[in-house]
Every structure is written in structure tokens, then in C-alpha cells.
């Protein structure tokens, strides 16, 4: 899954949560023995820390900064900031940072741009825009925040597989189907991989809660998906699988096209380590097929392999040799 600036919304935040969203930045980033000051007066701040930088010539520098937090949806104006400056002259940090969640306005600027020539200490500011720029690399700031509920469940059905094999549930997969129709997540290469498989794997669950809730769920479009981020020219050539098992082969009876599959999960060979996986192969009867291969590892890993022609014969010949490793 990945994240854009168009899924963080400061809108969704009280002021108590955009403090706590800043406070998290803030600890991603490098501060440190940080202190929020929640409740009662906050003497000009909202929160407190301190950064060390290393300078090679006198050692550790210790900088003390205090953070204020505006989350607002209009310009921020000088009557909004002048205590604050009021408290950081009285207290005297190092540095005094305003983050906020909109804008700083043109007069609001002039004004602070002044105060940094006048003061003993030093004014930053960062705006939402940057703010959001600042958040994008932290996935786990982002998914606590802003994240809607479906994306939290694709995130917790992947990790539930990396590190107990769990095969999602159909209400599950149900539930993240809906949501990419309706658009309300974006998926990575990885995320489209994982779903594909795990619908293979849950394909015969799916068709009957289908039937049962009268609804279609379908991953057959994300084939082009697959085919266009294609990373092998074969997913067992250069693997070492050293164990198969619950082999299979047969129709997905909800697919349209590409309906003839064979899927197994297996053990591979990385290293001085064993890793599962789960293999499937998906063709049709105009010889074009897919084959995938990913890894249950703390970062879930995949190999993808398109056939333009000639998939039946390749599929055929990749089964027998998963044959061959099961009956041993």
C-alpha cells in the first residue's frame, strides 16, 4: 500500500490528536526526552524536546526547542502566535517550531521574519503542505491517523499471513474488494499480489459467501496488473524449493478468462534459512498465463512471471516438477 498527500487529512484531527501527530513526527525525526504538555497551561508550548547534533569539533550540541501545534483550517495570524513568542522570550530555548495544519499568512510571515532578527532564539515554521511532505515516509504515522478501516484490514490480513500462514477470511477479502471499487484505498505491486493470491487460495470460500450474500468479488482484473509489473522470466527458475505442499490444480469457476490454475504452497531454500510461499500459475486456453511466487518474509517478496504463449505447456511442466518435489 502506498500513501499520497491527498489521504492525509488534518480535517479528520481534534487539536489534541494533531498534537499527538506532531509529537510522533517529531520522534520519528530525531528528538528527543520530548514533553507534551497536555492540560492546564502549557507556559507557550505545546510540546518540549530537545536535538543533539555532532559536531566534530565540540562534541554533542544540545539544542532546546519548543513545538507549537496550530491545527486550524484558515491562515494563521499574528495574534495566534504573539504569546508563544511572548513565552519562548520569557524561557529562552534554542529554537521555536510551529507546525501547522494550514498556512501562516503573508502579514503573519512578514511579522516572524522580523522577530528572527530580534530575537535570541530562532522561529521555523512548517505549513501543512510540508507538513504532509514530512509524513508521507512514516507509514505507520500515516495508517494511525489517517487511515481508513478497510486499509487498516488489508494491513493486518498481510501481516496475520507473514507470521502465522493465516489465508484471509472471505469477509475480509469481501470488505477490501469494496473498497478498491469504490476507491477509497491505493494499493501497491505488492498489495495486488498478495490479493490475488490469497482469493486462489480462498477461491472455493469465496464463491460459496458469494452465493450466500449475492454478490460478485472478481480479482481477475488485477491479471494486467500483475502482467505489467512482471520481475522473472520464470518464478522457479533460480529457486530452491525444498518442500510442497497441499498441491493442487482445477477451474476458478468465477473467473471469465484466465479460469485454469495450479497453486500450491511451498518451503524455499534462501540462504542457510527456509521460507514459505505460495505459488500459483493462471492460464488460458489462448496460451497466456501467470505465474507468482511470494515469500512470507517480514516484507512480503514476490516474483512475477507474464507468459505471452504457450502458458498450458509451461504450466504442465512447472506443475510436474512441483510433482516431483511433493512425492519425495
Known amino acids: 500500500m502506498y ?14 490528536q494533531f498534537e499527538e501527530l506532531c509529537y ?18 502549557d507556559n507557550g508550548r505545546d510540546i518540549e524536546c530537545y536535538y543533539t547534533m555532532n559536531n566534530p569539533m565540540l562534541g554533542c550540541l544540545v539544542d532546546k526547542w519548543f513545538v507549537e501545534c496550530k491545527n486550524h483550517t484558515s491562515a494563521i495570524n499574528v495574534d495566534d502566535l504573539n504569546s508563544k513568542l511572548a513565552w519562548a522570550s520569557a524561557e529562552k530555548p534554542n ?22 532578527t530580534s530575537i535570541v532564539y530562532r522561529i521555523h515554521v512548517i505549513e501543512g503542505k510540508r507538513l504532509k511532505e514530512l509524513l508521507l515516509p512514516y507509514d505507520d504515522i500515516v495508517s494511525k491517523y489517517f487511515l481508513d478501516m478497510t486499509a487498516k484490514v488489508l494491513i493486518n490480513i498481510k501481516q496475520d499471513w507473514i507470521y502465522s ?4 477470511s472471505t469477509s475480509s477479502l469481501s470488505t477490501i474488494y469494496d473498497a478498491i471499487n469504490e476507491k477509497r484505498i491505493h494499493l501497491d505491486t505488492s498489495d495486488y499480489v498478495c490479493l490475488w493470491t490469497f482469493y486462489l487460495f480462498a477461491e472455493i470460500e469465496i464463491v460459496r ?10 480479482f481477475e482484473d488485477y491479471f494486467n496488473i500483475l502482467k505489467n509489473n512482471t520481475n522473472s522470466n520464470s518464478v522457479l527458475e533460480g529457486q530452491e524449493i525444498v518442500e510442497v505442499n497441499q498441491l493442487g490444480m482445477g477451474m476458478i469457476t468465477s473467473y471469465k478468462m484466465y479460469n485454469n490454475c495450479y497453486k500450491s504452497e511451498v518451503v524455499i531454500k534462501n540462504g542457510l534459512e527456509k521460507v514459505n510461499g505460495l505459488y500459483s500459475f493462471v492460464y488460458n486456453e489462448n496460451g497466456e498465463g501467470i505465474e507468482v511466487l511470494i515469500k512470507r518474509e517480514p516484507v512480503i517478496s514476490y516474483i512475477i512471471a507474464y507468459y505471452e504463449k504457450d502458458s498450458i505447456n509451461i504450466a504442465n511442466d512447472h506443475f510436474n516438477i512441483l510433482v516431483k518435489i511433493y512425492d519425495n
Open 24 to 41: 510522533d513526527l517529531l520522534s520519528k525525526m530525531g528528538y528527543h526526552s520530548i514533553t507534551w504538555k497536555q492540560g492546564g497551561s
Open 3 to 16: 500513501f499520497s498527500e491527498q489521504d492525509i487529512d488534518f480535517n479528520l484531527l481534534d487539536g489534541k
Open 95 to 116: 529554537h521555536l517550531l510551529i507546525i501547522v495544519s494550514s498556512y501562516i499568512s503573508k502579514s503573519t510571515y512578514e511579522w516572524l521574519a522580523k522577530m528572527n
Open 165 to 168: 500462514g493465516i489465508i484471509p
Open 209 to 218: 459467501f458469494s452465493a450466500l450474500h449475492k454478490k460478485t468479488i472478481i
